[in-house]
């Protein structure tokens, strides 16, 4: 229907119709007012969280970029080589200590399997480390790596698990220290070792060629004695063989019995056979003795690298007593407190040259004295025996009691003395016969040497 707007009653409504929406039209912009207030303020809120969430974000990226620094240097300034890989081997991050020794590039390693670094003799090892890693096992091995230019480079490594923020395994850290230096300084200081053992050896032999020098002619003087004693039966024997030549003669002669008998009687023929049996006993005693001495004299000379056996110390020590004695330009009373024998197991060539040292020196000090006395004594001290050598010679004086040990330390003349027989056979007693060896000034004056010894074998 159309409005006519000419019609006064149609006006009045039409101001009463247009002045309801006017006032609705008020209502509706407070509305609005307000909803764009509500807006503008709710913005504000926002932006002011966006704000504040950019400072902390800020703020959290400057602290992880300082924890990244952080481990970056704490990485690269580790001395030990290091692998980090997931849990399929693949690299994640290698350090500046592995690239160094292997002359290759971090970058051109991320992503590469951790199987390429390694020598070909360990893949099958490095195949396992995943499952190692798996089963918790902590893997500490020693591996060639392969340097740029395929050198081998042994290292000790360590490997294990990595787990992620959920503690979930995700991945394995290998940890390694380069052999070669440590190897190469561990064989030179074998190397030297050795020379020095075989230098030791030599002193040995030296300064054991030095004391039989000195000791010829008492080991003649021992040999004289059976030898003295072998040529007087040979002489007697030879004797004899005249005598029994002339009696048989007679006999195949055809002589008369009475006259044979007489024969018999004149050269004494019962009497000669009777000596036969001990003459020849003799001399086979004396043989055996010139055999013994110079069997001796062979275990003494010829370098030893012997183990413990039975041996007896007191004949040893007589052994060594008269080797020195007889040769000595002095005569030497000596007192001798021992068991007629000990058995001990033990090297008898070192405690024969360790003794033989003793002996010597102990002479040499008492070439000045007047009445000159060596006292030889044994006794137990649980189980080890201890041999005490006492003379009455100059002695030591406080300041040389352990100075004497030291090897070169002699106050013997140019020629006389090496100064190496004491620290030789301190060395021999401690290392090789598992004993001691000290000195001390005597009470009575003198000095006292005393060679502790154990009395079981303890290897
Ligand atoms: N029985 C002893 N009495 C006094 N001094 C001794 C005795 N034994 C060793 N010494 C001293 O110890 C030193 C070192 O002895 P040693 O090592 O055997 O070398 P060397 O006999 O060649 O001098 C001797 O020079 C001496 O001064
Ligand atoms: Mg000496």
Redesign the pocket.
């Known amino acids: 229907m159309m409005m006519d707007s000419t019609n006064p009653d149609n006006a009045a409504s039409l101001t009463e119709q247009v002045t309801i929406p006017r006032k609705l039209q008020q209502q509706a912009d407070e509305v609005q007012d307000h909803a764009w207030i509500e807006v503008i303020q709710r913005m504000d809120e926002i932006y002011a969280d966006m704000v504040h969430y950019q400072v902390e974000l800020e703020k959290k990226n400057a602290q992880l970029e300082e924890a990244q620094n952080f481990i970056q240097s704490v990485v690269s300034a580790m001395s030990e080589v290091l692998i980090v890989c997931d849990i399929n081997g693949n690299i994640q991050q290698v350090n500046d200590a592995l690239c160094n020794s292997l002359g290759l590039q971090a970058e051109l390693l991320i992503g590469q399997s951790m199987n390429q670094l390694f020598g070909e003799n360990y893949q099958a090892m490095i195949a396992e480390f995943p499952e190692h890693i798996r089963s918790g096992t902590l893997i500490d091995c020693e591996v060639e790596l392969l340097a740029r230019d395929g050198q081998a480079v042994p290292m000790a490594i360590n490997c294990n698990a990595r787990f992620d923020f959920e503690n979930k395994l995700s991945g394995l850290v290998i940890t390694g220290r380069p052999l070669g230096e440590l190897r190469k300084a561990y064989s030179a200081l074998q190397v030297a070792h050795e020379e020095l053992k075989t230098a030791q050896q030599q002193l040995i032999q030296s300064e054991k060629m030095a004391s039989l020098g000195r000791l010829v002619a008492g080991v003649a003087h021992e040999l004289n004695n059976p030898i003295s004693f072998l040529y007087a039966n040979m002489f007697a024997l030879k004797g004899y063989q005249k005598k029994f030549q002339q009696y048989i003669d007679a006999i195949h002669g055809g002589a008369e019995p009475k006259k044979i008998q007489k024969l018999r009687e004149k050269l004494r023929i019962d009497k000669m056979m009777n000596d036969i049996s001990p003459l020849v006993e003799g001399s086979m005693e004396g043989a055996e003795r010139v055999s013994q001495i110079i069997a001796n004299l062979k275990k003494f000379s010829t370098p030893q690298l012997q183990k413990a056996e039975p041996m007896d110390l007191v004949a040893v020590i007589h052994r060594a007593v008269s080797w020195v004695l007889q040769a000595a330009p002095i005569s030497i009373e000596v007192h001798e407190d021992l068991p007629s024998s000990l058995k001990i197991d033990n090297h008898e060539g070192h405690i024969h040259q360790i003794l033989i040292?003793l002996v010597?020196?102990?002479l040499?000090?008492m070439l000045q004295t007047e009445h000159p006395e060596l006292t030889l004594k044994l006794d137990h001290q649980g189980q080890q025996i201890q041999l005490h050598i006492i003379?009455n010679?100059?002695?030591?004086e406080e300041k040389?009691l352990l100075k004497?040990f030291d090897p070169f330390?002699?106050?013997?003349a140019v020629g006389v003395?090496?100064?190496?027989?004491?620290?030789i056979s301190y060395g021999l007693a401690t290392e090789q016969c598992r004993g001691d060896l000290q000195a001390r000034q005597h009470p009575g004056g003198?000095?006292e040497?005393i060679l502790t010894l154990p009395l079981e074998d303890g290897a």
């Open positions: 040292n010597q020196n102990a040499d000090a003379d010679g100059h002695g030591l040389d004497v330390f002699t106050t013997k003395g090496t100064g190496l027989g004491l620290s003198g000095a040497f």
